[in-house]
């Protein structure tokens, strides 16, 4: 499995970079959800991802996990937040959503658990574990050559 990732590891971060930013599109141009301030910064987050990992799947570089990985991390610690608002009442009077739509609303709520937030935090955490797969793979090879 593992060597399986080092080959296509790339192509499945993509893939899921481009069903995340699809849904997240979807949702917003098409059902007409209107994203909170935490969904911004969720977006800024993956949408470049779609082109950083698309151009690393083309070269093949395995390098491109330094530069994607914080920034996978960072969303996903954002995306905790926004799940931890929506479902725990306290977390929402330190929103820093204010103005226009409340951070603690759901548009989606599948399952008592399933939300827009943890939709993103799902695709961050897949995408992150195949980064560090394939660092650690690229690694390895690094210590080979040597």
Known sequence: MRQWIQKYG????????????AGSLYMSEVLLYEPCRL???????????VIILGIAAFE?????????????LIGGSISTWHILEQKIPGFAQLAPCKVGIPCNFDYLNWFGFITIPMLALT??????????IMGRGAQEQEADNE
């Open 39 to 49: 969904c911004w910064f969720q977006r800024i987050l993956m949408y470049p991802l």
């Open 10 to 21: 790339l192509y499945v971060a993509w893939l899921i970079s481009i069903i995340a930013t």
């Open 123 to 132: 695709a961050f955490v897949l995408i992150a574990i195949v980064l560090i």
């Open 60 to 72: 093949h570089n395995t390098r491109i996990t330094r530069y994607a990985l914080p920034m996978v």
